[in-house]
């Protein structure tokens, strides 16, 4: 048998935005594939299907797992692989816990199993599991990425707005980095996991005169929306997502 490796994008937060084909490839895979950012845990753990998990607090805390679980129950009874995937910024510390984590994954497609790599939102989007996709890619391993909904999409239809319209451009930016620059680009931008910079975010914002719409835990318990700058807290969570316009755009 041909293994296999899949990145599926599971959505934004509400299990019944999974696509039918994600939840088909997530029954037809032996191997569950999950990220850990937690920063004590190092090397990529396998676990055998339908055993007791001892790492069942890791995919409590597993936002990507939680999603899926109620529109894919059996996944509870897979097989699982833990990968290191810390939020840190040091590129050579990082290049080498992905090496380890798709020789770790590797192994296993080799075995000729097919492993799904469940991420947030869209696999072609700021997503963990691409670290691992583009080297097992570069190896010659068959690779293939299953579309989800993005987080921005589900926030626009969250709100009840278009993202744009015409020749409007869409922009979407990180906000963990300097966006100063980027607040001045035309069109329609959106900012990805604002919450660690919110008062920064906040504060560039007003003073560039922007209409700011944003939506806290999109899809998921404890959801917010937030309608202009002023609302949004400071302490907003990490699943925090804006969506800023010129104030002319805003207008019919």
């Given at each position: 048998?041909?293994?296999?490796?899949y990145?599926?994008?599971?959505g934004?937060?509400?299990?019944?935005l999974?696509?039918?084909?994600?939840?088909?490839?997530?029954?037809?895979?032996?191997?569950?594939?999950?990220?850990?950012?937690?920063?004590?845990?190092?090397?990529?753990?396998y676990e055998e299907?339908?055993?007791?998990?001892?790492?069942?607090?890791l995919?409590?805390?597993?936002?990507?797992?939680?999603?899926?679980?109620?529109?894919?129950?059996?996944?509870?009874?897979?097989?699982?692989l833990?990968?290191?995937?810390?939020?840190?910024?040091?590129?050579?510390?990082?290049?080498?816990?992905?090496?380890?984590?798709?020789?770790?994954?590797?192994?296993?497609?080799?075995?000729?199993?097919?492993?799904a790599?469940?991420?947030?939102?869209?696999?072609?989007?700021?997503?963990?599991c691409?670290?691992?996709?583009?080297?097992?890619?570069?190896?010659?391993?068959?690779?293939?990425?299953?579309?989800?909904?993005?987080?921005?999409?589900?926030?626009?239809?969250?709100?009840?707005?278009g993202?744009?319209?015409?020749?409007?451009?869409?922009?979407?930016?990180?906000?963990?980095?300097?966006?100063?620059?980027?607040m001045?680009?035309?069109?329609?931008?959106?900012?990805m996991?604002?919450?660690?910079?919110?008062?920064?975010?906040?504060?560039?914002?007003?003073?560039?005169?922007?209409?700011?719409?944003?939506?806290?835990n999109c899809?998921?318990?404890?959801?917010?929306?937030?309608?202009?700058?002023?609302?949004?807290?400071d302490?907003?969570?990490?699943?925090?997502?804006?969506i800023?316009?010129?104030?002319?755009?805003?207008?019919?």
């Open positions: 048998m041909k293994g296999m490796f990145g599926i994008g599971v934004p937060g509400d299990p019944e999974l696509t039918l084909k994600a939840v088909r490839v997530i029954q037809e895979c032996e191997v569950l594939a999950v990220a850990v950012s937690a920063p004590d845990f190092k090397e990529p753990v299907a339908k055993t007791v998990s001892a790492y069942a607090g995919l409590e805390k597993c936002t990507a797992y939680q999603i899926v679980l109620p529109a894919v129950p059996e996944a509870a009874d897979k097989a699982k833990f990968l290191p995937m810390p939020m840190m910024k040091e590129k050579e510390t990082l290049k080498q816990i992905h090496d380890q984590c798709a020789d770790f994954t590797a192994q296993l497609i080799e075995q000729g199993k097919k492993v790599f469940i991420t947030l939102g869209d696999p072609t989007v700021y997503s963990t691409l670290y691992v996709h583009k080297r097992l890619k570069k190896r010659g391993l068959t690779t293939s990425l299953i579309p989800g909904i993005t987080s921005f999409c589900a926030a626009a239809a969250r709100l009840d707005m993202l744009v319209e015409n020749r409007e451009e869409l922009h979407v930016i990180p906000a963990s980095y300097e966006i100063e620059e980027s001045g680009m035309p069109g329609t931008k959106v900012l996991k604002t919450g660690k910079k919110m008062p920064y975010v906040k504060q560039t914002v007003k003073e560039k005169g922007l209409d700011v719409r944003m939506v806290e899809g998921m318990s404890g959801e917010q929306i937030y309608t202009t700058v002023e609302e949004i807290p302490d907003a969570g990490y699943y925090s997502l804006m800023i316009k010129d104030k002319k755009s805003t207008s019919i």
